[in-house]
């Protein structure tokens, strides 16, 4: 029997679900048949980034903790990646190294050269297209 999915959520769409724990963005954490993988260098960006932001993050941190796996492993990027930032670098690193199926981000201005391509395995993808094949439209 084939497990879930696993997908590593870029510390960007963490920020945004703690930002507006009722936002769109909530609702791809309750996406079946994912198992969701994080790393203690993406909590502590994202708890950073709440904090620059005037919220408290301790408890979001934590139930991230409780919903995700969170992994230390990471595997060294293929030379001549488009990707400039350390931060990035370290990120799909660690999704490649925790041999996720997808790295998920809507950072466009650092990873757009990359959507649809997979490194080592792992599909970078934007959100708004997980989105679209995983969660069910809202009925308003």
């Given at each position: 029997m084939?497990?879930?999915?696993?997908?590593?959520?870029?510390?960007?769409?963490?920020?945004?679900i703690?930002?507006?724990?009722n936002?769109?963005?909530?609702?791809?954490?309750?996406?079946?048949?994912?198992?969701?993988?994080?790393s203690?260098?993406?909590?502590s960006e994202?708890a950073e980034?709440?904090a620059?932001?005037?919220?408290?993050?301790?408890t979001?941190?934590e139930t991230?903790?409780?919903?995700?796996e969170?992994?230390?492993?990471v595997?060294?990027l293929?030379s001549?990646l488009p990707l400039?930032?350390?931060?990035?670098?370290?990120?799909?690193a660690?999704a490649?190294?925790a041999?996720c199926?997808?790295?998920?981000t809507?950072?466009?201005?650092?990873?757009?050269?990359l959507y649809?391509?997979r490194i080592y395995g792992v599909?970078i993808?934007?959100?708004?297209?997980?989105?679209?094949l995983?969660?069910?439209p809202?009925?308003?």
């Open positions: 084939i497990g879930p999915k696993r997908i590593f959520l870029d510390a960007n769409i963490l920020v945004a703690g930002f507006r724990p936002g769109e963005y909530r609702r791809l954490l309750d996406v079946d048949d994912v198992r969701y993988v994080t203690e260098h993406i909590l994202v980034n709440l620059d932001l005037g919220l408290a993050p301790a979001f941190i991230l903790r409780q919903s995700m969170v992994t230390d492993q595997m060294k293929p001549g400039s930032d350390d931060e990035d670098r370290q990120a799909l660690e490649i190294g041999r199926e997808e790295f998920v809507f950072n466009s201005r650092d990873f757009s050269a649809g391509q599909l993808r934007h959100s708004a297209e997980f989105a679209r995983h969660l069910v809202n009925e308003e």
